[in-house]
């Protein structure tokens, strides 16, 4: 069992930055393929980032790519997304996310298994 807790969220106007953090339970962290999704209201959940459990391997939704940096620290059991350039179109509440499956499509919210409670990330303009 894996529980996640993120934060780092907030308001900015576009063109600043912010650093997201998730922060996960259990000894097994290392083992996890995490992601990060976002949600807008209205919309359908949708994927941002992932990274390996090794932290060598980094995918990205074309439309963060540039901008935002996924990243591991497996001693911290932490994941960070830093969030640069940032535009109104990236407001939604952010989702953590983790699986332990070595096959699938990782930009596939159903990959994972265990989710954080989300953080709200306004842009303003």
């Known amino acids: 069992q894996v529980q996640l807790v993120e934060s780092g969220g907030g308001l900015v106007q576009a063109g600043g930055s912010l650093r997201l953090s998730c922060a996960a339970s259990?000894?097994?962290?290392?083992?996890?393929?995490m992601g990060w999704f976002r949600q807008a209201p209205g919309k359908e959940r949708e994927f941002v980032a992932t990274i390996s459990w090794s932290g060598s391997g980094t995918y990205y939704a074309d439309s963060v790519k540039g901008r935002f940096t996924i990243s591991r620290d497996n001693a911290k059991n932490t994941v960070y997304l830093q969030m640069n350039s940032l535009k109104p179109e990236d407001t939604a509440v952010y989702y953590c996310?983790?699986?332990?499956?070595?096959?699938?499509?990782?930009?596939?919210?159903?990959?994972?298994?265990?989710w954080g409670q989300g953080t709200q990330v306004t842009v303003s303009s």
């Open positions: 996310a983790a699986t332990f499956r070595r096959t699938g499509s990782v930009d596939s919210p159903g990959l994972y298994g265990y």
């Open positions: 259990g000894r097994t962290f290392s083992s996890y393929t």
